[in-house]
């Protein structure tokens, strides 16, 4: 499905890309009276579909609060989200529920795989859930992508931590969602497994047309990103697009006053 919103492409060519998801007005607060904490103010943004979109900002921001609202895995306390052309808010659980099973995939720090089914079981279980048999092709596609033939057979137990987080990513690619959400999927992982990761996750934009929305800390996994949205006291307040880890770094310390928050970054502009 493709959504008739419409946004700008980058690059000034004068086409426009479809809107995978889109928040308008959201407000998400909590406590009420004196306690009350609001963790998003007033969001509008455009998640453009095919790509790949890294959510910044120091902790506290709201940028993971915005990637579970959108993702429909937290309510709104206002506004309106979209998934494509279907409204999110105000769904009833149960098609809330299906509609995350069927159109979204996620990808989390912790890998969250089941430890008794080997990779290529762990990589169909949402869909056998669902009793839908995948697509063999797709599926062939998306294993050859992650790097993973080798290793179908293989428990968690057998894998590295890289390559568990390749199935994780394998896992969400393989039921074709619309768009796929990561919670800083490579923070569990040395720098080079979380290299590979992040190698695989923009093959599956570039090779796959996935759209990816990714949370992160880390402005060497933001620069594999095409558009970085930084978030401050639960308001975008920047964009950046085609970023280097560099630039990532520099915009991050002039929003912190020059002094990096936590986590830390080291000079190369890693996390630590």
């Not at 599926?139 to 080798?150: H, I, K, Q, S």
Request: proline share 4%; with cysteine; aromatic share 4%.
């Amino acid at each position: 499905m493709t959504s008739a919103v419409t946004i700008p492409r980058h690059g000034g060519t004068g086409g426009t890309t479809a809107v995978a998801a889109r928040a308008r007005q959201v407000v998400k607060a909590y406590g009420s009276g004196e306690t009350r904490v609001v963790a998003l103010d007033h969001v509008d943004v455009d998640i453009a579909r095919g790509q790949f979109t890294a959510i910044m900002g120091p902790s506290g921001s709201g940028k993971s609060t915005l990637m579970h609202c959108l993702a429909g895995l937290d309510t709104v306390t206002s506004g309106h989200i979209h998934l494509a052309d279907t409204e999110i808010t105000g769904l009833k659980d149960k098609k809330l529920t299906q509609l995350r099973r069927d159109r979204i995939g996620f990808i989390f720090q912790a890998f969250n795989l089941l430890p008794t089914l080997n990779a290529i079981e762990n990589i169909t279980l949402p869909m056998d859930i669902a009793g839908r048999k995948p697509d063999r092709a797709w599926l062939d596609r998306v294993v050859e992508t992650v790097g993973l033939a080798g290793r179908l057979k293989h428990r968690p137990t057998q894998l590295s931590g890289g390559q568990q987080q390749r199935v994780a990513v394998a896992r969400a690619l393989a039921a074709r969602p619309e768009i796929i959400f990561g919670d800083e999927p490579t923070g569990n992982l040395d720098s080079r497994a979380g290299a590979e990761v992040l190698g695989f996750l923009r093959r599956s934009v570039d090779e796959l047309g996935q759209t990816i929305v990714m949370v992160t800390h880390d402005p060497v996994a933001a620069s594999y990103a095409d558009r970085v949205l930084y978030l401050a006291d639960g308001r975008i307040v920047d964009e950046m697009y085609q970023p280097t880890a560099d630039q990532v770094l520099d915009r991050m310390l002039r929003f912190s006053g020059g002094h990096p928050q936590t986590p830390d970054f080291d000079s190369r502009g890693r996390t630590s």
